[in-house]
């Protein structure tokens, strides 16, 4: 490739990678009175990062490269970053501008709004953000269905005519299963009564999960935040987030588990790829494929707890865990229960918590839903889909931050995630006969290395779904995520589902 | 001022905030095997940063912005970045990149070197990197003596025929100094027979010392590093690094006293500057006054230890410091001893080594000195100020960095250092008539705050000697420095000096 174009490439991925530091930092050590500061010297790294993207000698020179002479690779990443480019110089300057104005006015109201649990304070920063992604999403260009415009930028490839059947037919299968399931609920201790869970036994364990799960700690580290979250600068230097809390002892432990997921994808981008457009994943649903396959499909199961739970008990947390027994333990984190709140809620119901927001979102971007009936048709749609209803809107249409961020299209990505990890799971235990046996002796790794080697290590080369189908044999699918439900709650609940 | 300058300049010093961050994250939390990815992103901004300083467009800006219409503050904001921008210009970027890997080589090299014991492994190195660096000297421009042009680059307006008189009297005044002193030296109790200083009372001890100082942990942070240094990105965002060794207490203490000067100083920059130019100190040698003052004059004096030994003592290491007095403390942190290596010796001595690296510097700059004669110069050198031959190179003339780095200039910022701490000591015991008595209190900010008012706030609206001038009467001069020191040891040895 032109020498040139590659060091461009290099460099946009370093502001990324410093992007990403200042990120990470502004969560973890940024003194208090310093956020002012750290939002210019983000602006200005955006600024730039911007101005070099939208750089008209990177497009003839993106334009020039052909595919003459190139290798796979070098198409691709030639590729990937001209779709980046073609979104970014189509968003004139002006709505850029108008947008960041209006993400941090309305990240202000949702606040004031949250307090005053009432949708109404929140409702005109949400129209005018609304109004300005409409626009973008009008630039960016579409067949008709605006929405796939902002999808494409969390999914590339995905559209909602492919994601709307299936995610469909996921809430239909899944809302009397969830009927099913808390009616045969077996028994499970509460882990939280009072107990206390020691804070530095807590972050003992996190840290060996992560040396057994082969998270490479001299390729990235692991500090706390209030909100748990992957980060990093590169492949190399990939930082993790985890929260400690006295009485909740699950939260670190599954937040790790969770954040490892994505920072192993992040730690398996092959070197050749380093520093190029193809250091990444090719959508937020196939990373969070990863999170969610080992947080849920390894995590909450009962091999990898064969394993650990004695660990766990016995050398970690004498006091608070004893008496509890594998079988309560294992009860209490895959306790199936219908919420109000999406964070709180387990791996079952958590997609009708996406259907809800994702059918608004479609109805909202397509001008079939005035902003003020948001809360009815929320709360309306909790109560058809999971038997709740929010008793103010707190709890109910402004419990997430997406929107206040103007992160319209983002909610799908993760019921994808969970999807994709079940069909992973299903090519991965076809692999390797003996998974089961490997997660009760805590063998992680050989999980770990397929993964390497079917996901991780291939970073951008090709669409989520192109690279799920090459693995498991077929695309998008509920299939294989109803059935890995159905043998787990079937057993645990003692029913045929 | 013009808007486009002024987001100029906010941009520049984003860009140096986001340099500090990205070098501080690589001394304290960078993963080990990050190293080559974040010497690529380092590459990448300080291009940047040198690709927007030597903007032609900055240029005409900078020359149009004139005099008239400006504050005092805004015509110093241009004169300064003017300067800047000269020099960043004059250098041509065939030179920049050749230094670059000039350095990257000696670096290498100085490190073989060192563990080889021997300066020929460094010489062919050195010989490259002191050929361009006198080459860059000759392209910023000099009046004939070529180290005012690289002396300029730490501290702007100080001159060799300047500094040479000043330098040169002060090591012929401390000459017969260090021998009456090292003759009379009182009993001392050796702190470090293997007694073991708890590291995490060292930790405690070191944060009730900055805030004492008033070094404000809501707009800065200490963190552990291998060597302790002073970096952050905004004046809000200042970070102290420290280093705690279990058997060398001493370490930490005086480690956190010395960079918590430094970091007032940044701390202290008027609100009105903080994003431009003047949010910086005129030079290195007016900077480390800031230190020195508080690690030597202050935190290395009778009435400080007046009220923080028996704190120390008894409050922090009730068994490692049983047993001794404050006249045997003060005695071993105030111990004159002629040695072999800088960064161990005393604050008397200190000095001296510093004039063997300037006057070497000087000849090598003017050609009088052929690079395979260093390490004899050196030697002789040692042993005619300070008595002590060393046994090898290594505890020779390789023991700094500063040369293999290509910092040449840099050392008599040191001595300059300890020359305007006297200075500004002197005055502030002017106006302060109960200095001592708030230090016997442990009230340490009321000097905090004289120079906060004196020094800190102004930036770089004057050059160092200058703004030394406008507290203290007068300008640079060793006469504060050698009375002081006469003073002070005069008293603990009990002789006259």
Redesign the interface.
């Known amino acids: 490739m032109d020498t040139w174009l590659l060091s461009r490439m ?2 946009l991925k ?2 990324q ?2 992007i990403g ?2 990120t990470w ?1 502004q969560e973890t ?6 956020a ?3 939002a ?2 983000l602006a ?2 955006q ?2 990062h911007h101005e070099r993207l939208v750089d008209p000698r990177l497009g003839d020179a993106l334009a020039q490269a052909g595919a003459a002479g190139l290798s796979d690779d070098e198409r691709a990443m030639v590729a990937t970053l001209q779709r980046e480019r073609e979104r970014e110089v189509r968003v004139p300057a002006a709505l850029v501008k108008a947008l960041a104005e209006a993400q941090s006015h309305a990240l202000h109201a949702w606040r004031e709004a949250r307090k005053e649990r009432r949708f109404a304070r929140f409702q005109p920063a949400l129209q005018r953000l609304l109004t300005l992604r409409r626009e973008q999403a009008d630039a960016y260009g579409h067949d008709g269905e605006r929405y796939d415009a902002l999808l494409e930028g969390y999914e590339p490839g995905m559209r909602v005519s492919r994601l709307t059947p299936v995610l469909t037919a996921l809430r239909e299968a899944l809302i009397p299963m969830v009927g099913r399931l808390t009616a045969s609920a077996p028994e499970a201790p509460d882990l939280f009564d009072g107990r206390r869970y020691d804070k530095d036994a807590q972050w003992r364990f996190t840290l060996r999960l992560l040396e057994d799960l082969g998270f ?6 692991q ?1 706390l935040s209030i909100h748990p979250f992957t980060g990093g ?2 492949p ?2 990939v930082r993790l987030t985890t929260h400690v809390d006295e009485s909740q002892p699950l939260s670190a432990l599954f937040s790790t588990i969770h954040e490892a997921g994505h920072g192993l994808y992040e730690q398996g981008f092959a070197p050749e790829l ?2 190029t457009p193809l250091a990444a994943a090719p959508s937020m649903g196939l990373h969070e494929s990863q999170s969610r396959l080992w947080e849920n499909i390894i995590g909450r199961s009962r091999p990898f707890w064969e394993h650990y739970f004695p660990l766990l008990r016995d050398d970690y947390f004498p006091q608070a865990l004893a008496g509890v027994s594998l079988e309560g333990f294992l009860a209490a984190v895959n306790r199936v229960r219908p919420s109000l709140i999406r964070i709180e809620s387990d791996e079952v119901t958590y997609n009708l918590h996406i259907a809800v927001r994702y059918e608004l979102e479609l109805l909202l971007l397509r001008d079939a839903l005035p902003l003020e009936d948001l809360p009815a048709a929320w709360n309306e749609r909790m109560a058809r889909y999971l038997g709740v209803t929010p008793p103010d809107d707190a709890r109910g249409v402004l419990q997430d931050i997406h929107w206040a961020w103007g992160e319209l299209g983002y909610f799908p990505t993760y019921s994808l995630g969970n999807l994709y990890s079940a069909s992973l799971h299903r090519a991965a235990a076809r692999d390797l006969p003996d998974l089961e046996g490997h997660l009760r002796r805590g063998e992680l790794r050989p999980l770990r290395d397929w993964l390497r080697a079917h996901v991780h290590q291939h970073g951008f080369r090709l669409p989520a779904e192109e690279r799920v189908r090459r693995v498991t044999g077929q695309g998008l699918t509920d299939t294989d995520f109803l059935s890995y439900l159905r043998g787990k709650y079937g057993a645990l609940h003692g029913v045929a589902l």
């Open positions: 290099q460099e370093d502001l990678g410093l530091l200042a930092d050590y940024l003194p208090a009175r310093a002012p500061a750290r210019h010297q200005t790294l600024g730039i490479d700690l001299e390729a990235g580290r500090d600068t590169h190399l230097d380093h520093r």
